[in-house]
């Protein structure tokens, strides 16, 4: 495996006199912290395997912890027949024979592939050429809501011009979850209406289980790739799968690296002390910040636009497997230095429960671009020449920080080396660890979602009711 930079944590700025914690509350944590750790790699994983789980501990969806490692391992033992290889030939053929791919999935079964898209691909991707984009598809992504419009909006734009042909992707374990089902319906209907249904087959691509819904259409269709999500893997666990892997391939990403990094962290994970572990030392500081100091909001603070939707995949990702039994932080995404002109003011002086953990990136992909020099210095930026747009960013998060601690409000830094594969498939797998090292410590059963299951049953019921006049 090539050496990977790591991405770090530094949570200096919850060391604060008032309102903070103590390096020392984090130390007297340690032992405890490796307790979890020791339940999450080996009795949580010795369960899972052999099947016999315990009441308490069921759901128990443990297979993403080894999916970046199984997956790697049978592509250098066959390339052509491992899942990855199959996921890499599907986008390859994909890609030259259409110009537009239609995501359809809802939560965990979309929102890690538009984090890599929004991160890893160029800022306006859909709106190169396809000479611009390297010969791959624009993507775009629904299913994941009931609005008339925007489902509208987008079948109007793919009939639009018959001379750009797509295809989709429909993602459902089941087939049953009604945001996606509809959409996949309407969008079925009117890619058979511009190719026939003979060529349905070639042009959707399901990502489903054994059995269900969507498998059984699948069938019926005759699809000529189709990919499992993997058992033992929830939704928001299962971006390391054909749910986040095939959208990545067919957008150009490089899904190897992006599961070699996550392996580097599962690694780091596995040996790495508290103090010198990235997932640990940040469950620990976030945990005692919700604990001593009513921290209750955790603010994800993206210092760039390209990170926002890897926050709102956090979102999900913390807010099902940790809000239960009236416990659990609430996550707040916010993208600065855009937010700090509409939630800065209430960050800093409104009520005192929240930790700011900055996600900082490192290096730009592009050029620094210079304020530079002007006739016209109404502005009066001309003595500020010389600086360019990163330094300006720099100075807005060291200054930002400096308030905060001037107010006595905890931030902690998570520092990505550049905004690529290396550092999201760190990011990805960390995040994913520590909420389930954080759900042991609470208490929590850190996989399933019974809330959310509530309301998809109460939609179907009320659907399904006589319509009165």
């Not at 945001?179 to 003979?198: H, P, Q, S």
């Not at 998570?414 to 905004?419: E, G, S, T, V």
Request: aromatic share 6%; net charge negative; glycine share 8%.
């Amino acid at each position: 495996m090539p050496k990977i930079r790591p991405i770090t944590f530094d949570p200096s700025g919850s060391y604060i006199d008032q309102n903070g914690i103590t390096q020392e509350q984090v130390s007297q944590l340690a032992s405890r912290m490796e307790e979890i750790r020791d339940e999450v790699l080996k009795t949580d994983l010795k369960l899972y395997v052999s099947g016999d789980i315990p009441a308490d501990k069921i759901p128990l969806d443990a297979g993403f912890l080894e999916m970046p490692e199984r997956l790697l391992d049978a592509y250098q033992t066959d390339r052509a027949a491992s899942e990855l290889g199959q996921i890499l030939e599907t986008a390859s053929r994909l890609q030259q024979e259409v110009d537009r791919v239609v995501v359809l999935g809802i939560g965990g079964s979309y929102m890690g592939a538009r984090a890599l898209m929004e991160t890893c691909c160029q800022p306006y991707f859909n709106e190169f050429t396809r000479a611009q984009r390297g010969g791959r598809p624009r993507m775009y992504f629904e299913g994941n809501n009931v609005d008339n419009d925007w489902t509208q909006g987008l079948l109007n734009l793919l009939a639009s011009d018959k001379n750009q042909p797509w295809s989709i992707i429909v993602i459902s374990k089941s087939g049953g979850t009604l945001e996606t089902a509809v959409n996949f319906r309407r969008f079925l209907d009117e890619l058979k209406g511009e190719v026939g249904a003979d060529r349905l087959g070639d042009l959707v691509v399901p990502v489903t289980g054994e059995t269900g819904k969507l498998a059984s259409l699948a069938d019926t269709i005759g699809c000529q790739s189709r990919f499992l999500v993997p058992p033992g893997v929830g939704g928001r666990f299962s971006v390391f799968s054909a749910v986040g892997l095939l959208p990545a391939a067919m957008l150009g990403i490089d899904v190897v690296t992006l599961l070699e990094s996550a392996a580097a962290m599962n690694d780091h994970f596995r040996n790495a002390a508290p103090g010198d572990n990235v997932v640990l030392d940040y469950v620990a500081v976030n945990y005692l910040l919700e604990k001593e100091r009513g921290c209750h909001t955790r603010v994800l603070s993206a210092w760039s636009k390209s990170l926002e939707s890897v926050g709102l995949w956090y979102d999900q990702l913390l807010a099902e497997s940790l809000g239960k039994h009236e416990l659990g932080a609430l996550p707040l995404t916010v993208v600065n230095t855009r937010d700090l002109h509409s939630r800065a003011q209430q960050h800093q002086e409104g009520r005192r429960d929240k930790v700011m953990n900055n996600l900082i990136v490192d290096s730009w992909r592009t050029d620094p671009i210079a304020v530079g020099t002007s006739e016209w210095n109404e502005d009066e930026l001309n003595e500020i020449s010389d600086r360019t747009i990163p330094d300006i960013m720099s100075a807005a998060i060291r200054g930002t920080n400096l308030a905060y601690k001037e107010d006595f409000r905890s931030t902690t830094n998570i520092h990505l080396p550049a905004a690529d594969e290396t550092a999201l498939g760190q990011l990805f797998q960390m995040f994913m660890l520590a909420t389930v090292v954080e759900g042991r410590l609470l208490g929590i059963n850190p996989y399933g979602q019974p809330g959310v299951e509530k309301y998809k049953k109460n939609m179907n019921q009320l659907l399904r009711e006589p319509v009165t006049t």
